[in-house]
């Protein structure tokens, strides 16, 4: 599984809480993504990051922040929940040869 | 602006019947393309990258470049193939992925 993991697996909060979302990996791997899954939509980017502390913005970035302070960490951060943000999210990093993707677990998302 | 669109969202066959999932995309350069594979609940995997022409679990894809298309093939289909596919292209920088919005295969007995 590409070394890569996701915490929490399951989450349940409530609006306008703050919730913290992570991202390891043990591959030493640049890039870094964060993506949302919804039905009818695919996945979407939220943000990326292309080194430490070097993060960008993806398709669909409002209402989330990020940071990588170590290669091998990737936070998302929604600073107030909304019921829109229900979500399983995604983390992948780059494969051998950068263009393809490895994906962690999912973390499913719950807001109330 | 880079887009793929899968025009089916749902697709059902029988067992042992040929399958085909298709995948159209917009892109000015040239693309990677790639199909990856969710079954229930798990993570997304890798299926097939097209610069490979590998053969995974009897898939194929074939790029066409005229029609701008990577369709997914299987001249039989088993239940074990039952997901949701992702058709995705990688182009411009920094290797982002854009997705389809994915076609759901179900596999009858």
């Known amino acids: 599984d590409a070394g890569i993991t996701q915490s929490p697996r399951h989450k349940v909060t409530e609006t306008g809480t703050p919730v913290t979302l992570r991202c390891h990996q043990t591959?030493?791997?640049?890039?870094m993504y964060w993506y949302r899954q919804d039905p009818g939509h695919g996945l979407r980017l939220i943000h990326y990051?292309?080194?430490?502390?070097?993060?960008d913005k993806g398709e669909v970035s409002d209402g989330y922040s990020v940071s990588r302070s170590k290669t091998e960490d990737f936070l998302l951060t929604l600073e107030s929940a909304t019921s829109s943000q229900t979500s399983v999210y995604f983390c992948?990093?780059?494969?051998?040869?950068?263009?393809?993707?490895?994906f962690g677990p999912g973390t499913r998302l719950t807001v109330t | 602006a880079q887009r793929v669109t899968q025009p089916e969202k749902l697709l059902s066959v029988f067992k042992g019947a040929p399958v085909e999932l298709k995948c159209n995309y917009s892109?000015?350069?040239?693309?990677?393309l790639f199909w990856y594979v969710q079954y229930s609940r798990q993570r997304l995997q890798l299926l097939l990258r097209?610069?490979s022409r590998e053969s995974i679990k009897g898939f194929t894809a074939d790029l066409n470049k005229g029609e701008t298309s990577f369709h997914l093939k299987k001249p039989f289909a088993q239940e074990e193939d039952s997901a949701m596919y992702y058709c995705?292209?990688?182009?411009?920088?920094?290797?982002?992925?854009?997705f389809g919005k994915g076609t759901l295969l179900t596999v009858n007995p």
């Open positions: 990051s292309y080194g430490v502390k070097d993060t």
């Open positions: 995705a292209l990688s182009g411009g920088s920094n290797y982002k992925l854009t």
């Open positions: 992948a990093i780059e494969g051998q040869d950068s263009y393809e993707q490895y």
């Open positions: 097209h610069i």
């Open positions: 892109y000015s350069g040239s693309p990677e």
């Open positions: 591959e030493n791997h640049r890039y």
